[in-house]
């Protein structure tokens, strides 16, 4: 397997040349293509309210990613909802909960974390403040079902919020798929996308490599590879992950 055209599924970054990306490019010769395999549309406050949830009846609002708050405030903004004082966030990651501060001064409000990045840490973080109502802003997909087990199991007050629909980007018309040696998927919704567009895609000789346990998970279930998994204790980045498959199979090494 060599591999000298990778396609990231995601935006490329702002200023490439100063991102690890540009030092993969380099050290292995190869070539890095970005496209973002799925859009986000933002649900509008008219739709929103059709759902009847209020959501200043809440006593706190639970965000499992960064999507999830953009959406989310937006969503408040649009609705001249102002959050109050006494609201409290719990966030499934540390960088979440950093995240968090574009929208919410932590001086003034109440921001909680996981532990670490297991679900576990955050299911424990839940549980602990059952006490209080919760509202979990999601997609169209609604909450992964391992956090609704726990919600329903703990017999904690809450709703879903849809803030956002994901949809397939039009890959079939933009992307000459058969070009790339090697795709990088960051969640379940880019491997749905590459299904969607490509009902008859079979993976072959292309490598796979994936960022987050969802993601590969996604890849799995398709009856797929994945030759390169990030965050591990090796390979804490997706970057790391690719530097490390890439010493064995890029076509050449600088």
Request: include cysteine; aromatic fraction near 12%; charged fraction near 25%.
């Amino acid at each position: 397997m060599k591999i000298k055209n990778i396609l990231i599924s995601q935006n490329a970054p702002e200023d490439f040349e100063r991102s690890p990306y540009a030092e993969l490019k380099k050290k292995y010769s190869v070539n890095i293509d970005f496209y973002k395999f799925f859009k986000i549309n933002s649900t509008t406050a008219q739709e929103f309210r059709k759902t009847h949830i209020n959501i200043l009846e809440y006593e706190a609002i639970v965000f499992s990613s960064t999507n999830t708050i953009d959406n989310f405030f937006e969503l408040c903004k649009d609705m001249r909802i102002e959050m109050p004082e006494s609201m409290r966030y719990y966030c499934a990651t540390e960088s979440i909960a950093l995240y968090l501060q574009k929208y919410v001064a932590y001086r003034k409000r109440r921001v909680f974390s996981a532990k670490d990045a297991q679900a576990s840490s955050f299911h424990d973080l839940l549980i602990k403040n059952k006490q209080y109502s919760m509202l979990v802003p999601c997609s169209q997909d609604g909450i992964p079902p391992q956090l609704e087990d726990i919600l329903k199991e703990n017999d904690i007050k809450y709703a879903q919020a849809i803030v956002f629909k994901i949809t397939p980007a039009n890959l079939a018309n933009d992307v000459d798929i058969e070009k790339y040696n090697m795709i990088v998927f960051f969640s379940p919704n880019g491997v749905k996308s590459l299904q969607t567009n490509f009902p008859n895609f079979e993976q072959n000789n292309k490598a796979f490599a994936a960022l987050g346990k969802a993601a590969i998970q996604a890849i799995e279930d398709a009856g797929w590879t994945v030759h390169a998994k990030a965050p591990t204790k090796e390979t804490p980045s997706i970057t790391d992950a690719l530097d490390n498959f890439l010493k064995e199979h890029a076509t050449r090494r600088r």
